[in-house]
T-cell receptor, first 113, second 113 residues
């Protein structure tokens, strides 16, 4: 069935270090992937997306890597800051062309000062 | 920066009552969505809406649920006869096209008593 999962429920990093959050997806038909950040009491906030014709995309302090061979997605955050503390979700579009997103379970990122 | 707004932020309703959750999507977006998130769990897709009709719905979105775009700015989710298990955060999202980033509101917390 369709599922998107994250390898670790909680990631704790030191301020200033780089963070890597991983995600495994199961639907080979997915061609659009997206990372969201969710702070307590707020809705998911778009971070970065990537399409299946790419394997890497960079934003401001963030990089998303896509490995279609092993169906793996990762989010790298450079120089992690206390404001990066949140739950991070990956999502995929599965075999849908209606915009439906399938979310993973989420990884909590804790940044230690 | 334009954002998706949702009202109310918190809705408390007796079981069996009807509830309407309201959303104002970003003005130049054409695709609209509802998701829900039970406390501590992942975000789940409910329905996508485009061109004044439902384009896809999940198994959660049964006959008790309906959506409407009553005018050019609002997008509503109605639950006809609420159940205890409908208690969750409900998020509205919108996107310009079906494969561009969805932007989420901060949600309505629905509590069914």
């Amino acid at each position: 069935g369709e599922s998107v999962g994250l390898h670790l429920p909680t990631l704790s990093v030191q301020e200033g270090d780089n963070s890597i959050i991983n995600c495994a997806y199961s639907n080979s038909a997915s061609d659009y992937f997206i990372w969201y950040k969710q702070e307590s009491g707020k809705g998911p906030q778009f971070i970065i997306d990537i399409r299946s014709n790419m394997d890497k995309r960079q934003g401001q302090r963030v990089t998303v890597l896509l490995n279609k061979t092993v169906k793996h997605l990762s989010l790298q955050i450079a120089a992690t800051q206390p404001g990066d503390s949140a739950v991070y979700f990956c999502a995929e579009n599965g075999s849908s062309n209606t915009g439906k997103l399938i979310f993973g379970q989420g990884t909590t990122l804790q940044v230690k000062p | 920066e334009p954002e998706v707004t949702q009202t109310p932020s918190h809705q408390v309703t007796q079981m069996g009552q009807e509830v309407i959750l309201r959303c104002v999507p970003i003005s130049n977006h054409l695709y609209f969505y509802w998701y829900r998130q039970i406390l501590g769990q992942k975000v789940e897709f409910l329905v996508s809406f485009y061109n004044n009709e439902i384009s896809e719905k999940s198994e959660i979105f049964d006959d008790q649920f309906s959506v409407e775009r009553p005018d050019g700015s609002n997008f509503t989710l109605k639950i006809r006869s609420t159940k205890l298990e409908d208690s969750a955060m409900y998020f509205c999202a919108s996107s310009r096209t079906g494969d561009q980033p969805q932007h989420f509101g901060d949600g309505t917390r629905l509590s069914i008593l």
